[in-house]
């Protein structure tokens, strides 16, 4: 029995494997069956480093707040100023408020003053 070669769309798909893999050192650009495994890896790598990347932003976006609000001096615990919001129904996300933060420090104690004032009045309404 003669010899088959191969046609040209093993070598595309290879070619194509091989492009991902160009940034790749070492025989992890060079030898097919290691460019498959690296791309797996990397693949994989990429997805559970997004969800990282989501959970490190929100941990950040907390603490700047967390420190322009003790700075402040209205309010002494950031769970106290979320919990105040969503009393307040006032849907300003976590990015938004640390964007606030940095940038201007006195708008973030005017929401601050007032989501305080609201909350008291109404607290001190419901005891008389």
């Known amino acids: 029995m003669t010899r088959i070669k191969r046609g040209y769309i093993a070598r595309r ?62 309010y002494f615990i950031y769970s106290v100023l979320i919990h105040d919001l969503y009393k307040r129904e006032l849907r300003l996300n976590r990015k938004i408020l640390a964007q606030i933060a940095i940038s201007n420090k006195n708008c973030l104690y005017m929401i601050s003053n007032e989501i305080r004032k609201e909350v008291d009045c109404k607290e001190y309404t419901r005891i008389e």
């Open 13 to 74: 798909r290879r070619t194509k494997i091989r492009l991902f893999a160009s940034s790749f050192r070492g025989a992890d650009s060079r030898l097919t069956r290691t460019i498959t495994q690296q791309k797996i890896r990397a693949l994989v790598s990429a997805h559970r480093d997004r969800d990282k990347q989501k959970r490190n932003f929100r941990r950040l976006w907390i603490t700047r707040i967390n420190a322009v609000i003790r700075e402040g001096g209205v």
